[in-house]
């Protein structure tokens, strides 16, 4: 499975950025897609997860709920990654997941497939 990701900007704190992941290759056997995230000098952080099943389960990290939407388009093996409210905390490169077993969805290393990441920068 292949990711790319995209819509990352520079945006100031308040504002609204919609990160796009597309999955290419042998994405029947997805179970489910997740974001993470990167700042500088920081672990890789879990943001958020949906299952591909009929129920489209999502997971928040709770510092991003409320603020941020993950969505799926099975037809298009697309992730989205809806941001709003942003705050110069955000800061950082969003990287897109996703796994072809079950587990825990926020964590990095349950996760067999990676994007290149895209950078997400906050101004105050």
């Known amino acids: 499975v292949e990711l790319v990701e995209s819509g990352g900007d520079l945006v100031q704190a308040g504002g609204s950025l919609r990160l796009s992941c597309a999955a290419s290759?042998?994405?029947?056997?997805?179970?489910?897609m997740g974001w993470f995230r990167q700042a500088p000098g920081k672990e890789r952080d879990f943001v958020a997860a949906?299952?591909?099943?009929?129920?489209?389960?999502?997971y928040y990290a709770d510092s991003v709920k409320g603020r941020f939407t993950i969505s799926r388009d099975n037809a298009k093996n697309t992730v989205y990654l809806q941001m709003n409210g942003l705050k110069p905390e955000d800061t950082a490169v969003y990287y897109c997941a996703a796994r072809w077993g079950g587990g825990y969805y926020d964590r990095a290393n349950e996760y067999d497939f990676w994007g290149q990441g895209t950078q997400v920068t906050v101004s105050s």
């Open positions: 949906i299952s591909w099943s009929s129920h489209s389960s999502t």
């Open positions: 290759g042998r994405t029947v056997s997805i179970v489910a």
